[in-house]
């Protein structure tokens, strides 16, 4: 088990849900994931937090630079198939998005 995947299994076995890590640590849900997933790690701040949460020993460089992260998101696609363009909120690219705010606004 890597120490990302032991930050996983903590939280769930002290019964946290995303939502509930996140408010205890103040970031999004979202964000919560994304550590997770190891698409990026929390910042001083937020790990200590986590630590305390979590029971967590350690640099968050030890948890998260191990899969090449360095706290800089990685590039994201567009999650619309075929679309490579970076992504910009809600993983859709500028064109994507706002084709999806017209939408909502109709």
């Known amino acids: 088990m890597t120490k990302l ?9 002290l019964r946290l849900s995303l939502r509930k890590l ?3 640590v103040g970031v999004s849900r979202q964000a919560v ?3 997770e997933r190891g698409i990026y790690g929390p910042g001083p701040e937020v790990w200590e ?11 968050a460089k030890e948890y998260w630079s191990k899969l090449g992260i360095r706290g800089r998101p990685r590039k994201q696609k567009c999650k619309v198939a075929k679309c490579t363009n970076p992504v910009i909120a809600q993983s859709l690219c500028e064109k994507h998005y706002q084709k999806m705010k017209s939408l909502e606004t109709n």
């Open 5 to 13: 995947e032991m930050v996983v299994a903590r939280r769930k076995g």
């Open 22 to 24: 996140a408010e205890k």
């Open 33 to 35: 994931l994304d550590y």
């Open 49 to 59: 937090k986590m630590k305390d949460v979590l029971g967590l020993e350690g640099e």
